[in-house]
């Protein structure tokens, strides 16, 4: 049975309250990064991996796609992505990443943020994905960074110079972490780097964009928090194309 | 000017007392790692970029590669090679891979071990080898983990269960690295993950694996120092084949 976290009263409450919940893409500091890798949306019939709150599918539409379907394993989520204005080419699907069914070929673009982490059977999942998408369609997905999943007690320590180090370790046991984010026990699934990208390429895909997520100088000059984030990656994106037919 | 610590004569004393040195393929634990990445040699034109003692390039003629050119920008060590019984099929050649010609569409087969970190302009080198080869071949090398390569001042620390935890720090910050290899200033060049794929793809290669190298339990059984190794990965093992013309 997956964890649904995000139903949890007290983590959704703090889930909205982080930068991304109440500002959507602008408040999340991967997003012009991730942004870059998708396809221009117009025309698109799209599918979105844990859409939460959908802000993705709302930017979306708001872009020109021509349907956008949200999948998400919250109830709470779906509920609060609902109340938004109605929009009939938006549909939102109440489903479990890790039991998955797409139509075949139903769709020309495939995008997830921050949920594959969640999935224990990543595989399964990239052949759903491969399979629902058209030949040469895009699949564009950020993740936690392997090196930020890793560790059994992640955390920050003072190095020697009065800088920040991120202690790695256990970076080649793949499996369950669980970790304090917002205060709950969330389950998280830490593979190697290598064996995301593998799954994707053995499931049919052809790696186009590799990016280990950190902040530009000016994104650091207005948010002097995400300083740290130079010193190790929080987060993997991936652009992929499904090979031809 | 690239640096060439290899002809350092202590460098050179320190580096030939290495497993890897005394024991050639078998010293290095993730040789059959990166063999198995391998397509088979028979028949194959094969070029191996920092051939170093030549074991590599002997293993290949054994193997039944027509035709093997060995490049390493230290003399001591292409000497080294040259002193082993004659192979006319085997050419070993001066070069500093920072600036290496290739003949076009020459080679099978491109090769290197543990010696890209020491290329400043990954990029140059990368076309270089793409034209080189003929389409459809593949390029198979090892190069230091940026996870290794990182930190400013890397070392193992005690975690706070007992264990061990690899700091990383600097992550982003790509660019010269000075370590004390065998008590020596050796410059290496740290890259993001992401940075090297990226140059890969866009010089016209299709990635067809990446393992970030860890030991199985069987090697850790035989050699118990390799534990450590699955704490955080210290090589980083990439097949990658030209695309079509």
Redesign the interface.
């Known amino acids: 049975m997956t964890q649904n976290i995000y139903d949890d009263p007290e983590f959704f409450a703090g889930y909205s309250r982080l930068p991304r919940s109440l500002h959507g893409l602008a408040g999340a500091p991967e997003w012009p990064a991730l942004r870059a890798l998708l396809p221009r949306p117009s025309g698109l019939r799209i599918v979105d991996l844990g859409c939460g709150f959908g802000w993705f599918c709302r930017w979306a539409r708001a872009e020109g796609a021509a349907q956008v379907l949200g999948i998400d394993i919250s109830e709470r989520m779906l509920e609060r992505a609902g109340a938004e204005p109605k929009d009939e080419a938006i549909v939102y699907e109440r489903a479990d990443l890790n039991r998955l069914e797409l139509p075949e070929g139903g769709f020309d673009l495939a995008y997830s943020s921050l949920a594959l982490h969640y999935v224990e059977d990543l595989e399964r999942l990239f052949a759903t994905v491969r399979r629902s998408l058209v030949p040469g369609a895009r699949f564009v997905f950020s993740i936690e960074h392997p ?1 930020y999943m ?4 992640p955390g920050w ?1 003072a ?3 009065g ?11 793949e499996g369950a972490r669980r970790s304090d984010w917002i205060g709950a026990g969330v389950v998280k699934y830490h593979r ?3 064996t995301t ?2 799954r994707l ?1 053995r499931q049919g895909f ?7 997520f ?1 902040p530009s100088d000016e994104q650091v000059a207005q948010q002097a928090e995400l300083a740290e ?5 929080m987060f993997l994106l991936v652009a992929a194309d499904r090979a031809g037919p």
Chains 1, 2 share one sequence.
């Open positions: 090196i890793a560790p059994r007690r320590i190095d020697r110079r800088g920040k180090s991120w202690p790695v370790d256990s970076y080649q046991m190697t780097l290598g990208l593998n390429i052809v790696i186009r964009h590799v990016e280990e950190g984030e130079r010193e190790r990656p």
